[in-house]
T-cell receptor
Framework: SQKIEQNSEALNIQEGKTATLTCNYT??????LQWYRQDPGRGPVFLLL?????KEKRKERLKVTFDTTLKQSLFHITASQPADSATYLC???????????FGIGTKLQVIP | GAVVSQHPSRVICKSGTSVKIECRSL??????MFWYRQFPKQSLMLMAT?????????EQGVEKDKFLINHASLTLSTLTVTSAHPEDSSFYIC?????????????????FGAGSRLTVL
């Protein structure tokens, strides 16, 4: 069955450092991989999308890589700030209105 | 940008009663909306895909008679939890997407509502 793995343990980093979160998947050949941010008690908010034929995508302090051979995506936040503290979700889907499947998310805590 | 409004944000009800949650796309039309459920420290689980003007498509293991979905217009989908029980207590979140790109090859980037916290006593 399809499986998305994210480190469910919290990641604590010092303010100003680069946070790197990992998303691995098995039994899946997604056309698209997305990252969302979720704050406690709120719905997720879309951050970045990367297509299977793209290696890297950037948006301001965010960078996503997508390695379809390793079946892995890395999500980087550079110059991290306490306001970046949240849970970050990896999501996969095959395109169109096909369902989007989410990982459990990794909780990031940026320490001042 | 795309905005999805979800109401109510919190609801407490007695066991055996029914609860309706509304999901509206405010600035775009959504022929398809998605209903997710999230238990503490667990991932978002898709419950059903709501299709405007037709029956919803439910995921395996989700009881369609218990979780009634109505998508009567291009901007409104409702989820009714019927005869709620304490084990139905959860965080319910709806989402919709104006597709990125054209046609079915576009990416399904989801805009989520704020979620509805249901507590069944």
């Amino acid at each position: 069955s399809q499986k998305i793995e994210q480190n469910s343990e919290a990641l604590n980093i010092q303010e100003g450092k680069t946070a790197t979160l990992t998303c691995n998947y098995t039994n899946y050949s997604p056309a698209y991989l997305q990252w969302y941010r979720q704050d406690p008690g709120r719905g997720p908010v879309f951050l970045l999308l990367i297509r299977e034929n793209e290696k890297e995508k950037r948006k301001e302090r965010l960078k996503v890589t997508f390695d379809t051979t390793l079946k892995q995506s890395l999500f980087h936040i550079t110059a991290s700030q306490p306001a970046d503290s949240a849970t970050y979700l990896c999501a996969l889907h095959s395109g169109g209105y096909q369902k989007v499947t989410f990982g459990i998310g990794t909780k990031l805590q940026v320490i001042p | 940008g795309a905005v999805v409004s979800q109401h109510p944000s919190r609801v407490i009800c007695k066991s055996g009663t029914s609860v309706k949650i509304e999901c509206r796309s405010l600035d775009f039309q959504a022929t398809t909306m998605f209903w997710y459920r999230q238990f503490p420290k667990q991932s978002l689980m898709l419950m059903a895909t709501s299709n405007e003007g037709s029956k919803a498509t439910y995921e395996q293991g989700v009881e369609k008679d218990k979780f009634l979905i109505n998508h009567a217009s291009l901007t409104l989908s409702t989820l009714t939890v019927t005869s709620a029980h304490p084990e139905d207590s959860s965080f319910y979140i709806c989402s919709a997407s104006p597709l990125v790109g054209k046609g079915s090859s576009g990416a399904n980037v989801l805009t989520f509502g704020a979620g509805s916290r249901l507590t069944v006593l």
